[in-house]
């Protein structure tokens, strides 16, 4: 059984020393990784750029609100996209409402398209047996005008009969 005392050295936190260590193998390893990085790319640029619009000082109120000042932008910037796209929206109802008005409108006329090719069909047909009588009846007509030609008496032949 551990006495008391070894009971209170166990569950004590870790010495000064042996933090301090920690803490300075923890901030060489910070140190580092900012020292590994690339700060003359592109976008390492960009992106300090970008940070500069939000992070005018270096001030421990500056550092604490950077969250909430990246997230208020982000924000914005959202409420600018809806926005945009709210616009957009509204024009797409409206080519869409369009969209219906020509399709019934199509309806309309195809309908009206069918019904009058329905009675011109009727009229067609009539006009075809019409054309096809006119064409017996001038036959018949040339075949009375061979035969009035053939079998009628001149006009001298008639006084002569009289």
Do not use: W, Y
């Not at 550092?63 to 024009?91: A, P």
């Amino acid at each position: 059984m551990a006495t008391p005392t070894e009971s209170a050295e166990q569950g004590k936190a870790p010495s000064a020393p042996a933090a301090t260590a920690a803490a300075s193998s923890h901030l060489t390893k910070k140190v580092q990784k900012a020292l590994t990085l690339r700060i003359d790319s592109q976008t390492s640029r960009d992106s300090l750029k970008c940070l500069s619009g939000f992070f005018h000082e270096n001030t421990v109120h500056s550092r604490r609100n950077l969250r909430s000042s990246i997230e208020g932008q982000n924000l914005l910037l959202h409420q600018e996209f809806v926005s945009s796209f709210s616009t957009l929206e509204r024009q797409l109802e409206s080519l869409d409402r369009l969209v219906v008005s020509l399709d019934s409108a199509v309806e309309r006329a195809g309908e009206q398209l069918r019904v009058s090719r329905s009675e011109t069909q009727a009229s067609l047909e009539k006009a075809a047996a019409l054309r096809k009588e006119c064409m017996a009846i001038e036959s018949k007509q040339e075949v009375l005008d061979k035969f009035l030609s053939r079998f009628r008496l001149s006009e001298a032949d008639t006084q002569i009969m009289r």
